[in-house]
């Protein structure tokens, strides 16, 4: 049994590792929700108890075995240290330590091995780049890639609370004929899409798109795989999706590749569209699995194959994914 502190505990993402720790059956002993000042003293409910919200502060740690954080990077910047220095392992939510070549970035379906060894914090992937490689790592290992181009279609949950109330408050005003000028992003999300997820720099792409690029060949150990990503923010209140164009080193029919997808860990396949099955965010919704689908030979590549998936961006893309992180670091003796 295992002391664990959620940071960040009454955001979207904090509040689903709560749930996930209850459905999973983690061992928790102790269950400390941590939070900024102005949440202290909030009750969460967590296995039918009340739990009350503590004040997230360098000495919040004492006695914490698993730290989950997800409070933007800033504060995992300040308070990840002190809580290693107390003893903890922490599991990192923002993009705060991705990159930090001595800081493994783990999908425990796609390379939990990099996980032994940690030197007290564990990086936990981007929303998209985490259901990204639980498609490709199969595909990888069987045939190898060249190349992959994603465009991914965002829900606003992946911005906040706030998104999720502007995208719903947009939609009745323009139903209504009064629709309310926009404040999370810079252009009405309702009955729109956004091709702008972070800031653009000097090339073009975005930080959200070089997030995907990046962490996706960190975690699949290729950092020679051309990737270019484009990433749209739509008016979906939950779970991301993408569609995928793969370059692959060896030729690899569609057949195929629903073969080793079918029995790949993570991966629920949804590919029958002659009968309008295939994978979309209402039925990702509330799910852990990445559900892949429309698999087809690229028409334009020899050794192209396109593909779409959709996954729960608040499960899979991050709570989910950090709890199953835990139970690795348990489960191999690791922690």
């Known amino acids: 049994m295992f002391n664990v502190a959620v940071v960040g505990a009454t955001g979207a993402v904090g509040g689903t590792m709560l749930r996930v720790l ?8 102790e269950l ?14 967590y296995l039918g108890q009340p739990r009350t919200v503590r004040r997230l502060t360098e ?10 954080f997800s409070a933007g990077g800033a504060r995992s910047k300040q308070f990840a240290p002190a809580a290693v220095e107390a ?44 259901p990204l490689v639980v498609a490709l790592k199969p595909l990888a ?15 606003v949950s992946g911005t906040g609370a706030a998104a999720v109330e502007e995208l719903l408050a947009q939609s009745r005003g323009h139903l209504a004929g009064d629709e309310p000028e926009p404040s999370v992003y810079p252009h009405p999300i309702a009955f729109n899409v956004l091709p702008h997820i972070d800031a653009f720099d000097a090339t073009g792409y975005t930080g ?26 739509v008016p979906v209140v939950q779970a991301h999706s ?13 057949e195929r590749a629903r073969e080793l997808l079918m029995g790949a860990p993570g991966v629920v396949l949804v590919d029958e569209p002659q009968l309008n099955r295939y994978p979309m965010p209402r039925e990702a919704h509330g799910r852990d699995d990445v559900l892949v689908g ?42």
């Open 22 to 29: 209850e459905e999973r059956g983690f061992p928790v002993t």
């Open 32 to 45: 400390r929700p941590l939070a900024s000042e102005r949440s202290e003293g909030r009750r969460l409910d």
């Open 59 to 68: 000495d919040a740690f004492e006695g914490i075995q698993i730290a989950l």
């Open 87 to 130: 003893g903890a392992v922490v599991i990192d939510n923002s993009s705060a330590y991705r990159m930090d070549p001595a800081v493994p970035l783990v999908v425990p379906e796609v390379n939990e091995s990099a996980l032994e060894g940690h030197s007290g914090i564990v990086a936990n992937p981007n929303c998209v780049a985490a």
């Open 141 to 155: 290992d069987a045939v190898g890639l060249e190349r992959l181009i994603v465009a991914s279609y965002q829900s």
């Open 208 to 233: 959200e798109e070089r997030k995907v690029a990046d962490e996706t060949r960190k975690m699949l150990g290729l950092p020679d795989l051309r990737v270019s990503a484009t990433c749209v923010r």
């Open 242 to 254: 993408a569609a995928i164009q793969i370059e692959t080193t060896e030729k690899i029919t569609a």
């Open 294 to 335: 429309r698999i087809r030979e690229d028409a334009s590549h020899p050794r192209g194959l396109a593909l779409w998936l959709s996954s729960d961006n608040l499960r899979k893309g991050a709570a989910t994914n950090a709890v199953q992180i835990a139970e690795s670091l348990v489960t191999r003796g690791w922690l």
